[in-house]
């Protein structure tokens, strides 16, 4: 008797391991890949106005995504000096509003920039910022 109970037992135990499904799983959004932006150093002044000792240009800079992900709203600010160990000038802003793909450089344009009537100046980029997002 003893040893049907036991080979019953061993039949269910085994037919109910061999039944079971797996566990259910749930779907894993996937990882949206890093950008990492940074200034091509390819600041540009274009047309300027004459403002007594300085002047206001109209500027673009220069912008690569070096990150294997996708930059959105990547803005920054340049901010220009008489020369490097000056007091500064002025900052001005600067915005791109498209998506910066992986590898990808652009020139945006931004917004009036301060720099010397005359004379060589100084500029410095500052905090460039972006939004990860999905490449497309």
Known sequence: MRSRLAA???AVSAAACGTNPAAPTRPVAA???GA????DGGFQLASCEAN???RSCAFS????????GCAARVSGAVTTYPDL????LGTALWRYDGVLQA???VRVAGEQATVPAAGPFGYAQQGITWADVACQ
Do not use: I, M, Y
């Not at 990492?36 to 200034?39: G, R």
């Not at 160990?85 to 500064?88: D, I």
């Open 8 to 10: 019953a037992l061993v």
């Open 36 to 39: 990492h932006v940074v200034s």
């Open 61 to 68: 800079v220069l912008v690569k995504n070096e990150g294997p």
């Open 31 to 33: 990882a949206t890949l």
């Open 103 to 105: 590898g990808q450089s």
């Open 52 to 54: 007594g000792a300085t």
């Open 85 to 88: 160990s000056a007091t500064a």
